[in-house]
């Protein structure tokens, strides 16, 4: 295991560092073993990232909320199969809450549909400037975005708020295959440096 | 396959968000993942990034919402704890011979540096870091195996995992009825492994099982399988909490829901 991966170096939420709330590995912990009230707490805490991402990528509202509670019920279900050695809480309900977005549109959706979204896939670097409240994570990581050079911002936005594989990023953004996958690796490196999360 | 190999890990980033082409992709680079250490460790630190950027994108959904899904969770069961089995599989003719034999292996090591050591539980710098050496091997040792092996083997990597974590603690303790049991912990995972030796046999239809004790509630963790030479296959198991204490108690086979004998075994867990 890497020596780096203490809790110090999770991502932490800036909400959570504000209010110096309870460690949310340990309220999955609790969760795990039928806690309804520490699902409730959890369940505040991850609603609106949980939401949130599955919108960008849904962009549907009423699509988006089916998927959102999909996947809070998975939380709830899978709670006892988190392994905190992967990384944290946050990142476990996360990731799952993006996956299973990107199995929406994947499987779901027609092409003509997909057509669509793609066009209607904002310029990326508004897409988190046009934030409806400035919150400090929301700050903190448009800043980083912000460092990077453009085409790797477009490549990540593209990929992670937008739902693209990196061959349809590719596609998107005229370059080859080769080059986004350097391109989107490169900016994680350093999104990851600017945040702080290694 | 120089070439492919660095293909390989320039698609960290796109695992990470998951953005990968298609499911087949996935699966080869899922595989490659256990293989390559520092791509693993990429691959995380990539989904934190991933973590902070859906953070960034926090929409408050309708509050209805909330009433639905605490109506659905009210009535939906979780499933338990994934309690691996490190059974000694069966010798397959096609496989090498000693491959089947590694958990045991495993189990036999972890208790050798318990009896090594003599203690019944080890607190002292000196010996978490010789069990820390011990274990180092150990894992490399796993990791070899897990180079040949494909993902029939998922259980055996969580053991490793256990067994390579920076900072685990080695606890043995004997039964009431003798034998012994060690526990490999990982307290910031809060996993442990478990492997006994010289437990009483037990007459047919009964099962030795693990729990978690904690102060509120008991869950268990599990059976031990069956005894191979006097000793069983390490057992992992998952979720413990603060106060939580391993017991072991004799029960009908099968298991049982809530423990129906007095614990031959209640070691404290320090997490």
Redesign the interface.
């Known amino acids: 295991m890497n020596p780096n991966d203490s809790d110090a170096s999770r991502f932490r939420p800036a909400a959570a560092d504000r209010r110096g709330e309870q460690d949310l590995d340990d309220l999955l912990v609790h969760v795990a073993r039928g806690d309804q009230d520490a699902f409730e707490t959890l369940y505040d805490r991850m609603v609106g990232p949980v939401y949130g991402v599955i919108r960008k990528v849904l962009r549907d509202p009423s699509q988006s909320e089916e998927v959102a509670q999909e996947v809070l019920l998975e939380v709830w279900r899978t709670a006892a199969r988190f392994d905190p050695a992967m990384g944290g809480a946050a990142t476990w309900v996360t990731t799952i809450a993006h996956r299973r977005a990107i199995d929406r549109i994947r499987s779901t959706t027609a092409a003509a549909d997909r057509e669509q979204r793609q066009v209607e896939v904002s310029p990326p670097h508004d897409e988190v400037a046009d934030a409806v409240e400035a919150s400090l994570d929301r700050e903190r990581v448009r800043r980083c975005l912000d460092a990077l050079t453009e085409i790797q911002r477009e490549s990540i936005t593209l990929a992670y708020y937008g739902g693209n594989s990196y061959r349809q990023v590719a596609e998107l953004l005229n370059v080859t295959l080769g080059a986004i996958k350097t391109r989107i690796r490169d900016g994680l490196i350093r999104l990851r440096d600017c945040l702080g999360v290694s | 396959m120089r070439l492919l190999r660095q ?1 390989l890990h ?5 695992y ?6 298609s499911a087949s992709e996935v699966a080869r680079f899922s595989r490659h993942l256990t293989r390559c ?1 520092s791509c693993a ?1 990429e691959v ?19 509050a209805e ?2 009433d ?3 109506a ?3 009535r ?7 309690v691996k089995t490190h059974a000694r599989p069966r010798r397959a003719r096609d496989t090498a011979p000693w491959i089947p034999w590694l958990s045991g292996a495993v189990a036999t090591a972890a208790i050798a540096v318990a009896v090594f050591f003599g203690f019944t539980q080890a607190h002292t710098q000196d010996q978490l870091n010789a069990a820390r050496a011990q274990n180092h091997t150990l894992a490399a040792e796993q990791a070899r195996v897990e180079a040949e092996l494909t993902q029939a083997k998922q259980h055996d990597q969580a053991l490793a ?2 067994l ?3 900072h685990v603690t080695l606890l043995s303790q004997r039964t009431t009825k003798g034998g012994v049991a060690v526990v490999v912990l ?1 307290a ?4 442990l492994v478990v492997a006994t030796s010289g437990l009483p046999a037990l007459p047919a239809g009964k099962v030795y099982q693990l729990w978690l004790i904690g102060p509120v ?1 008991i ?1 268990s963790a599990g059976l031990l399988p069956a005894a191979q030479a006097g000793a069983t296959t390490p057992v992992v198991a ?4 603060k106060g939580d204490k391993l017991g072991l108690t004799v029960e009908p086979a099968g298991g049982s829901k809530q423990p129906t004998t007095t614990p031959i075994l209640a070691l404290p867990l320090p997490v």
């Open positions: 293909d320039t698609l960290t980033g796109a990470a968000l998951d953005a990968m082409d250490q460790s995380r630190g990539f989904r934190e990034v991933a973590t902070a950027m859906a953070f960034a994108a926090t929409t408050e959904p309708p919402m909330r639905r899904v605490m659905a969770v009210a939906t069961r979780q499933l338990p704890p994934e995992k256990i390579g974590a920076p990982d910031a995972a809060r996993q509630k869950v998952t979720g413990i909490v």
